[in-house]
């Protein structure tokens, strides 16, 4: 058992930032440390997203080495560091040097930018192949594999690439980059490998699929080291890697060799280990002590630019255009599927600051000293006021609104969807800048409900949700969230560092050697400070409306498929 004089690390690498937090052995955080990081676009290819994994991990070290010095603890007093990222394809060679991914005469070569990030959408034709060959890989991504997935972006790879330049690259799922980093042991993750890469739970890779799809020379006579998983070699979550930190790693981030160092977790997965094993307060007071049997009810949505919805299971659950199941992908012998929407937080910036109102509600905000969020809601109120209406819900009734300007990643596994607005008017105004906010919301939160729809028809039992990401601090979208499911929301007191405090206990878990669910949970809930629950709360006329705008949404995807298949069959 841990002293509370120790501490670890969690080090969560986001889509534009890499995050430190020194946390001790109750959770409780001494500092944290933020630095951004770049991303390159093509100016001629919007699907195009790369970044570099030397940027990343120069900022991960100033980020280490900040929070060491603010916190002024003893680099010696840390114990381990745990390792969260999105799920981007890394690529190096076997001397662990980055490999260019930028299509191009550089692709393949020593090169700075080795990140396919996950936004990255260049793999369609590639996925398409992938999703013909009805493999069993296919049953545990829903059916339906994303183009946002790794062997996609594998495949785009060996054909733009030289191929005696591919048979030299070694592939990561990002987390599994870092711990490499670390530890120059090239193990891999149960959580990056089962859900980012088609390792197939109880049966392990599937030969057939990978010679279907075109990437035989993988399979390596068994070996699988350019995927660096044969023979055992996969990891559970916080398992300990190699031998800890090698010097070097230590040396670049001020800390002792051999520190511990916890197999890592996808982002998301590091939200929803430092997010749903928060006890809450109702009505003043704190909840029991959870069970590990509670935790299969506790939906975690880890919202950021995207969000990203996990739940646990004891056994397999299969659910149409929803990941997984994925076999100890958090904690051994569980099940975990993932479902998602590709644009929520980047959604709701993108309809405020491409409306014609944009600059207004700036210069307002600045002169009122309030934040954006909050102006726009002082102006639905007047709205309400103005139409004699009692609800923003009510307000908003006659307008629509179908969010998949980035596809769908879930429950309909379409990339191809797009948005949709019903009911728009003439109107460029601050006060239709602020319809369209609210609007979004709502969408968010219809498809919220859509997708805890799929989860509990297919067999899980969702009664809650529990929020982390910057979404969780909008108080209106967590009462609309709660309204529209159905179902409390629960908002742990530091919902913001959900997932880097995640991450941390990855490092707890591999500096005591915990191998077990029900000590991996009992870490969990001791480390997880105490959130707040909101429960629904709509009027009857409210939760009407909100149920009619359900069926419209329900409605709206199907016209749009059948749009699309009329207009195909009109232009073959």
Not at 63 to 82: M, R, T, Y
Not at 230 to 251: F, N, S
Request: charged residues 20%; hydrophobic residues 40%; contains cysteine.
């Amino acid at each position: 058992m841990s002293a509370e004089t120790d501490y670890y690390i969690g080090v969560d690498v986001g889509t534009g930032s890499a995050r430190a937090c020194l946390v001790s052995s109750k959770g409780s955080i001494r500092a944290s440390n933020t630095q951004d990081t770049s991303t390159w676009r093509d100016p001629h290819d919007h699907r195009i997203f790369e970044q570099s994994t030397t940027d990343i991990w120069l900022k991960i070290c100033t980020a280490v080495n900040k929070v060491l010095e603010d916190s002024k603890v003893d680099p010696a007093a840390v114990k381990g560091i745990g390792f969260d990222a999105t799920c981007s394809l890394a690529v190096a060679d076997f001397q662990g040097n980055p490999v260019t991914v930028t299509k191009g005469a550089d692709v393949g070569q020593v090169g700075t930018r080795n990140i396919i990030l996950w936004a990255d959408h260049r793999a369609e034709e590639e996925a398409e192949l992938i999703n013909s060959t009805k493999s069993i890989v296919l049953n545990y991504v829903g059916g339906t594999m994303s183009l946002e997935m790794e062997i996609p972006k594998i495949l785009w790879l060996k054909k733009n690439m030289d191929p005696a330049l591919f048979s030299r690259c070694q592939f990561f799922d990002l987390p599994d980059y870092f711990t490499y980093r670390c530890t120059d042991n090239n193990t891999r993750s149960f959580c990056s490998t089962t859900c980012k890469c088609s390792f197939v739970p109880d049966k392990g890779w599937q030969e057939d699929f990978f010679t279907s799809i075109g990437l035989e020379e993988l399979i390596d006579g068994g070996e699988w080291r350019q995927l660096g998983a044969a023979k055992g070699r996969i990891q559970a979550a916080g398992t300990p890697v190699g031998k800890g930190l090698t010097r070097r790693a230590a040396e670049e981030l001020g800390l002792k060799e051999g520190t511990a160092v916890g197999s890592g977790l996808i982002d998301a997965y590091a939200g929803w280990m430092g997010t749903v094993g928060a006890r809450y307060f109702e009505n003043g007071r704190l909840s029991s002590f959870p069970s590990l049997d509670e935790s299969r009810h506790r939906l975690a949505a880890v919202a950021g630019t995207s969000t990203c919805h996990l739940v646990q299971s004891r056994e397999g659950i299969f659910v149409k255009g929803v990941w997984g199941p994925y076999k100890d992908a958090a904690f051994p012998n569980w099940w975990m599927n993932e479902g998602g929407q590709s644009s929520t937080g980047q959604l709701i910036d993108f309809i405020i600051t491409t409306h014609a109102a944009y600059p207004e509600l700036k210069e307002r905000a600045k002169q009122e000293n309030k934040n954006i969020h909050q102006v726009l809601l002082e102006i639905l109120g007047k709205l309400c006021a103005d139409n004699q209406v009692d609800s923003f819900t009510a307000l908003m009734k006659d307008v629509h609104f179908y969010p998949d300007f980035h596809g769908n990643r879930s429950p309909i596994a379409d990339p191809r969807m797009r948005g949709a607005i019903v009911g728009l008017e003439l109107d460029a105004s601050i006060n239709d800048l602020a319809r369209k906010y609210y609007l979004t919301l709502e969408a968010i939160s219809l498809q919220t409900r859509h997708i805890v729809s799929s989860l509990n028809a297919a067999g899980h039992d969702v009664t809650s949700i529990y929020m982390s990401g910057g979404q969780a601090k909008n108080a209106t979208m967590m009462q609309l969230f709660a309204d529209t499911c159905g179902i409390p929301v629960v908002l742990p007191m530091n919902g913001g560092e959900a997932v880097v405090l995640g991450a941390a206990m990855l490092g707890k878990v591999a500096s005591e050697g915990i191998t077990q669910a029900e000590d991996m949970w009992r870490v969990m809930v001791e480390m997880t400070p105490s959130g707040t629950l909101v429960a629904p709360s709509a009027p009857p006329n409210v939760k009407k409306i909100l149920d009619a705008k359900y069926k419209i949404f329900l409605e709206v995807i199907d016209i749009q498929k059948r749009w699309r298949k009329e207009l195909e069959e009109a232009t073959r």
